[in-house]
């Protein structure tokens, strides 16, 4: 069954730093999203994409954040100059359409930790 | 704006036996998608079970089912004889039907963590 994946599992990194996760959402899918879980609280959407353009933003995702589909399989988040509050579970999503009940599938995230 | 509310933050249940987690919202729209997903201790999310407002007729996957009241705006979710890897986190999550700002995203409870005695 085709899903979606994620690299790194962990990523560390220091406050101030670039990271740059990534996700290969299923093969033919079309939106793509952005979640996020600080540690014991609930998950945060905060960004869809398609048709190369982000289509939906909250209001976590501000300046610092970009998101971008550099060939025609990854899907990727960076983030510029990460800070402490940063840290959380980032998962990536994908869902054929936007239409209809259609679901979205969830990656097994990436736990970024800022140090 | 919609909100989610799972007023249950832990939740246990014998093995075999049946349990139900509960899940509020609050919405002004009358049509969207409701969904609960699990979260294990791998801390994936995989869908559990999905309902369409417009139906009245309540989900079920095999041993998981959903009572939709939606009037009272609840959405409770029941699993039947249990078993222990049904253990994990439970999310609770809204999607919009309508097209436009706010149609794309899910948005989530603070999740009950199920337990389940063997």
Redesign the interface.
Known sequence: EPEVTQTPSHQVTQMGQEVILRCVPISNHLYFYWYRQILGQKVEFLVSFYNNEISEKSEIFDDQFSVERPDGSNFTLKIRSTKLEDSAMYFCASSRTSGSPDTQYFGPGTRLTVL | AQTVTQSQPEMSVQEAETVTLSCTYDTSESDY?L?W?KQPP??????VI?Q?AYKQQNATENRFSVNFQKAAKSFSLKISDSQLGDAAMY?C?YRS?Y?G???????????TKLSVIP
């Open positions: 998608y969904f997903y791998s801390r994936q999310m995989i869908l999905r369409e999310f999550a039907a097209s700002a706010g149609s794309y995203q899910l948005t989530f409870g603070k999740g």
